[in-house]
């Protein structure tokens, strides 16, 4: 059985409530946070997190917060004897090594409140800073995912400018496909198989070799077209540089 | 019963072939194309397309070809009298007015040879230049699929450049991903979940809603060390433009 504090009341500390509630071998002893009204949902758990706060014993203390205040919430935490880590894609362990044992559990996916993921297939990065912190984040990892894996910052930083390309831009692509049906009278819903299917090609093949479309065949007739049917700057913008990115990669 | 020809022997002819190939209400007439090797999938029903080359008859003529070529091919059916149509998004009905009947028929879907989807699910886009042709056409259309959509050229357009940003751009997306892992040696398919689980997501809320990430935080310091770890200039270019177009709408 492993004992956890969670600091923090937003998407991660959430979702990781929610899956360590439903597993036999974690108990969660405490819910830390500033927002008394975000706090209603983790019940008795929950506390105000203020100056000289009775903080709950844990063997792991999770700091789910915003990168810019990691540093400063884990000041808090510095008499404490358990394992201090964030949940941060980006920032280094580093900023935790004032404590003995520190380390990350990093859940990589886009985690939002009120849509439930299944955990099972999430996968959990992590790294401490000793081999015996390294294995109880490894307990906790395999307890609610079946996807562990162990990544260092450097790695982690990596992973999570891949996963803006990946999630943070393809969504604002899907947005701008969005517009694009809006302005035109076309129910985008018609686009959902689409989506789908090219997210689930990319399991199976490069992306490399899926590419298909107007800019790989280099064909300018249609990207004119197109530039002339985007009502914004910045649509055109993007169209044209992704266009002219693809065609360079293509026909050389 | 729906008699078909289809000409071409490309990634739709497969599709279309094959889910015509399945069902009770279509029969494949015959398969035209110019590449012998090509044809050789088709079996029994395939012909060479050559100078007066002896086209069997059929309800529907589908002309599944490269989009600059579909004017000069449909000239070579000028004396046939079924409904003749084409599988293009970007392609206006009007190119095919020298038929008396005459359509089109375009899947909206990522196809390639060799991975099979779920034809059901592929919504079926129809246009025709008069009833009767539109009956067939949808009669066509809901025998292999449960997504028939009557759209016309000025609105297929739209849905073509929508999903040119959805398919197109997002999988160029993937590869710059794929790039960044493989350049930090990190596996790749740890970010598939991510990337299914942002597909889904715009099926059920707007993306415009769904986005997160630094530049809609307007984080200017993860932005910064994100552009320094990207290698090609391509991609420090498209970082920076769409986290300004995301950081501009949403800082408003």
Redesign the interface.
């Known amino acids: 059985m492993i004992t956890t504090t969670i600091i923090g009341t937003g998407n991660i500390a959430w979702h990781l409530f929610r899956v360590f509630s439903l597993c036999n071998e974690v108990r969660i002893a405490q819910v830390l946070g500033r927002n008394k009204e975000a706090l209603t949902y983790f019940g008795k758990t929950a506390s105000l997190m203020q100056k000289r706060a009775a903080i709950a014993k844990a063997d792991v203390y999770i700091i789910a917060i915003s990168?810019d205040h990691i540093f400063e919430v884990s000041e808090s935490l510095i008499d404490l004897k358990g394992l201090v880590v964030h949940t941060s894609g980006?920032v280094p362990m580093q900023v935790l090594s004032k404590h003995t044992h520190h380390g990350v559990f990093y859940p990589?996916?886009?985690l939002?409140k009120d849509?439930s993921?299944n955990f099972k297939?999430?996968?959990i990065?992590i790294e401490a800073n000793n081999e015996k912190s390294l294995s109880i984040l490894s307990q906790l990892a395999v307890s609610v995912s079946e996807?562990k894996?162990i990544?260092n910052s450097?790695?982690r930083?990596?992973?999570h400018?891949?996963?803006?390309?990946?999630?943070?831009?393809?969504?604002?692509?899907?947005?701008?496909?969005?517009t694009?049906?809006a302005?035109?009278?076309?129910p985008?819903?018609?686009?959902?198989?689409?989506?789908?299917?090219?997210?689930?090609?990319?399991?199976?093949?490069?992306?490399?070799e899926?590419?298909?479309?107007?800019?790989?065949r280099g064909?300018l007739g249609?990207q004119a077209?197109?530039i002339e049917?985007?009502k914004g700057k910045?649509e055109k913008?993007?169209?044209t540089?992704?266009s002219k990115?693809?065609t360079?990669m293509y026909q050389k």
């Not at 400018?161 to 969005?178: D, E, K, P, R, S």
């Not at 302005?183 to 076309?186: E, I, K, L, T």
């Not at 590419?211 to 790989?216: V, Y």
């Open positions: 990168d980006s990589l996916q886009t939002t849509r993921v297939s999430v996968p990065c996807q894996h990544i450097v790695q930083k990596s992973l400018l891949a996963a803006v390309f990946a999630n943070n831009f393809t969504n604002h692509l899907y947005h701008i496909a969005h694009v049906c302005d035109h009278q076309v985008f819903s018609i686009l959902n198989p689409l989506i789908s299917e090219t997210a689930a090609k990319v399991a199976e093949a490069s992306p490399y899926m590419q298909t479309g107007p800019a790989k064909d249609t077209q197109h049917l985007l910045a913008d993007i169209y540089l992704l990115t693809i360079n």
